[in-house]
């Protein structure tokens, strides 16, 4: 079969390599009917991370496939089309029970698209081998447009884990939510799920025109974060990846607020202590827990509170990822499709 390979900084190309099989009887073999980029995944290509010396590994880790063989153990049928978590994890361990997953005491750190503990390939493959597949993989209704639901998988998860799941540990009915973009698509998708969801407010930062004018069209307010920032918002979430920015992120909260951070920091940062001991700021920084916030995100989307199609910033064909992703101007959310085998 054929793989995208990261070979450096603005080089992608397509591989033969050898197909997966079904290893485990819980094991399933996905198509991607589509896949896209992580945030993470556009800045490796673009040398904005220190993942860009890692090269040459396959690259990819957000998709929506269709079900071409299952395990003897694996629930899944032939045929489905399932979201496809990016994390590997057992979902039987203290930790996936708990809404961890992605820190499974069987396979913490292990993921598609990094060769980080393992090699489990990438979504940008013609064929994909889901280890627990009952567990990673969630079907999805023939009522929605898998397509637009490439990133469910991860970045559109993000958008419930960042916002709602705290406003329902926290009782929160009527929040004030402020999200900080930067990254990509990361910051647009919490915006739409905040602003759908939430049931308060949701302010939207950034200094990008194009993703002001899609937070706008998803139902939040808009303002430029080199203006002034508000310093009263229930909630906070830090799209930046970006240091001096991360500091307005943090001081815009109230007393005991809440800060949720996406962006990966590859170097120590400078942290406003004092204000945050003074006002008693709660602060997060991790992996995304995808699996468990798939489940809310998809009902959300089958009855048309969420439409990540407004997200979408293009859809090509799959033989165009090399092209597209290292070109100037890759988009924020480009999904690629791949022929229905």
């Not at 094991?27 to 896949?35: S, T």
């Not at 490796?44 to 220190?50: A, L, N, Y």
């Not at 995304?288 to 809310?296: H, K, L, V």
Request: with cysteine; aromatic share 8%.
């Amino acid at each position: 079969m054929r793989t995208v390979t990261f070979v450096g900084p603005r080089e992608l190309r397509f591989d033969e390599v050898d197909a997966p099989t079904i290893v485990d009887p819980t094991d399933a073999l996905v198509r991607p009917l589509a896949a896209t980029t992580c945030d993470l995944d556009q800045w490796t290509i673009q040398e904005k991370v220190p993942l860009s010396m890692m090269g040459p590994f396959r690259i990819g880790h957000e998709c929506v496939a269709r079900v071409v063989d299952v395990g003897a153990e694996c629930t899944l049928q032939v045929g489905d089309v399932v979201s496809v978590a990016w994390h590997i994890a057992c979902g039987t361990c203290q930790r996936c029970t708990a809404g961890l997953p992605a820190n499974c005491k069987n396979h913490s750190g292990s993921q598609y698209g990094l060769p980080i503990r393992g090699e489990w390939g990438s979504t940008f493959s013609e064929l994909i081998r889901v280890p627990y597949a009952s567990y990673n993989c969630l079907p999805l209704p023939c009522t929605v447009d898998p397509v637009h639901l490439a990133s469910l998988s991860d970045n559109l998860a993000l958008g419930w884990e960042t916002t709602i799941a705290t406003c329902q540990k926290e009782g929160f009915t009527n929040p004030e939510i402020a999200v900080f973009g930067g990254t990509g698509s990361i910051g647009l998708y919490v915006a739409q799920v905040g602003a759908a969801l939430a049931g308060g407010r949701v302010v939207f930062y950034d200094d990008d025109p194009v993703r002001m004018a899609v937070a706008e069209s998803v139902g939040a307010e808009v303002r430029d974060i080199n203006g002034s920032i508000e310093n009263h918002y229930d909630i906070a979430v830090d799209a930046t990846c970006d240091p001096e920015k991360l500091r307005k992120v943090l001081v815009s909260v109230r007393p005991e607020g809440w800060v949720n951070s996406v962006g990966i920091y590859f170097a120590d940062v400078k942290v406003p202590m004092l204000s945050l001991y003074q006002r008693g700021v709660n602060f997060h920084n991790g992996k995304g827990q995808a699996r468990p916030c798939m489940d809310p995100i998809i009902d959300a989307v089958a009855s048309g509170k969420i439409q990540p199609e407004l997200v979408t910033s293009g859809v090509y064909d799959w033989e165009q990822i090399p092209e597209v992703l290292c070109g100037e101007n890759p988009g924020h959310k480009p999904i690629f499709t791949l022929p229905d085998a």
